[in-house]
């Protein structure tokens, strides 16, 4: 069977250190939403470095997204949830307004059902959703972990059709780390401190030959060269440069540029070379804490 992936138009800023760039929906959470009062952009109360890394649930971060001439031409939020003893997080993006006609009102939606593990400091999947929208067309993969087994297995599929499924071996005492379990290990510092001049790499679901996720945070003094030359205001931010497999966000090389808070929260974040969009720009806009 031949087909056009939706991939090949797809929308979405992950703000995984990300990204980028789904939520929870809100009628599941009658309760008041807080918000978090920043005391700068992207600091909030009661920050730790490292910890349970369940802390972070109940958390939102939402962003505004800009590309070509276009200013806040779509917006994407990403939740940490807990529902009945387990813990989830999504991430959603879509277009909006005159853009989002123009664009078909494509709609991105991850999932990630949770394990804690290593005494409740770092998350391990145990399932990951990825659903594309555009206009009429749903394109579905869906993964499944079994750590018993050591096996990962997948579907894919356009509409009703199923047009991919497969299965693979999980490495031995690893996993498949998706794009929402980075995020938080990363924020967790999972795989190190958080510091100038470090670089690790993150073992990550493979696509097409590309199966790690590579992180470099610049040192200070490339910091402020990029901070000079962006005309940006001198803040205490790191400056991270990742790169992950092509095909998770469309792009020409995988890169992606993020200025992260002294909280370890992106606060502006640069996909490179989006295809036929060019470089797109996911800015932070509030944290709400929903209790």
Excluded at 119 to 128: A, E, H, V, W
Excluded at 153 to 160: A, I, L
Excluded at 177 to 194: A, E, Q
Aim: proline fraction near 4%; aromatic fraction near 14%.
């Amino acid at each position: 069977m031949s087909f056009n992936p939706l991939q090949r138009y797809s929308f979405l800023i992950i703000p995984i250190f990300g990204i980028i760039f789904t939520s929870f929906c809100p009628t599941t959470y009658a309760l008041e939403a807080k918000l978090a009062k920043p005391i700068t952009l992207g600091e909030y109360n009661n920050f730790l470095p490292v910890g349970k890394i369940t802390r972070f649930a109940g958390e939102t971060l939402y962003y505004d997204i800009s590309f070509l001439w276009f200013t806040n031409a779509a917006s994407a939020k990403v939740s940490f949830f807990e529902e009945h003893g387990k813990y989830f997080s999504v991430l959603e993006a879509s277009t909006k307004g005159f853009i989002g006609f123009f664009t078909s009102y494509r709609k991105h939606f991850y999932k990630t059902e949770f394990e804690i593990i290593d005494n409740g400091k770092k998350l391990r999947p145990k399932t990951f959703l990825r659903q594309v929208t555009i206009g009429s067309q749903v394109e579905t993969t869906r993964h499944n972990f079994d750590y018993v087994n050591r096996l990962h297995s997948w579907e894919k599929h356009v509409n009703e059709d199923k047009v991919e499924s497969g299965q693979r071996e999980i490495p031995p005492e690893g996993a498949f780390n998706d794009i929402l379990t980075s995020f938080y290990n990363v924020r967790n510092s999972v795989y190190g401190k958080l510091e100038n001049g470090r670089k690790f790499k993150i073992r990550t679901i493979p696509e097409k030959g590309h199966a790690e996720i590579s992180v470099h945070i610049w040192s200070k003094q490339d910091q402020e060269r990029f901070r000079i030359e962006e005309e940006r205001e001198k803040r205490d931010e790191l400056l991270f440069n990742i790169i992950v497999p092509k095909e998770i966000f469309k792009t020409e090389t995988g890169e992606l540029r993020a200025w992260i808070s002294k909280h370890y929260v992106p606060v502006e974040t640069t996909v490179k070379d989006y295809i036929l969009l060019g470089d797109l720009h996911a800015k932070f806009t509030r944290r709400e804490v929903h209790h």
